[in-house]
Nanobody, 117 residues
Framework: QVQLVESGGGLVQTGGSLRLSCAASGTVIVFNDSGWYRQAPGKQREWVAGFTTAEGLNYADSVKGRFTVSRDNAKNTINLQMDSLKPEDTGVYYC???????????WGQGTQVTVSS
């Protein structure tokens, strides 16, 4: 059974940094289409950053220059380094991955990020 397990959320002050990790288990297949979404309280889930086979790595304008996505294919993990955090970055962060053959999407359980002002 394929699972995505996230770690690394927490509470940080404005301007601080956090690093999120997402590890895929139950498969050795690398999810080329993978990345991160987030959901702030009372808002819809929004895409943050990620890889696609067609376009490579992209970032939402709101995080460009502050967040960095990296991937370790050998460990089948995807990471999100978040710097210069702002209160508006607060939310639950979800990693996702799409199986390259079945096209099924998998989601992590979510990890809370809270940025205090």
């Amino acid at each position: 059974q394929v699972q995505l397990v996230e770690s690394g959320g927490g509470l940080v002050q404005t301007g601080g940094s956090l690093r999120l990790s997402c590890a895929a288990s139950g498969t050795v297949i690398v999810f080329n289409d993978s990345g991160w979404y987030r959901q702030a309280p009372g808002k819809q889930r929004e895409w943050v950053a990620g890889f696609t086979t067609a376009e490579g790595l992209n970032y939402a304008d709101s995080v460009k220059g502050r967040f960095t996505v990296s991937r370790d294919n050998a460990k089948n993990t995807i990471n999100l380094q978040m710097d210069s955090l702002k209160p508006e970055d607060t939310g639950v962060y979800y990693c996702y991955g799409r199986h390259p053959i079945t096209r099924k999407e998998y989601w992590g359980q979510g990890t809370q990020v809270t940025v205090s002002s």
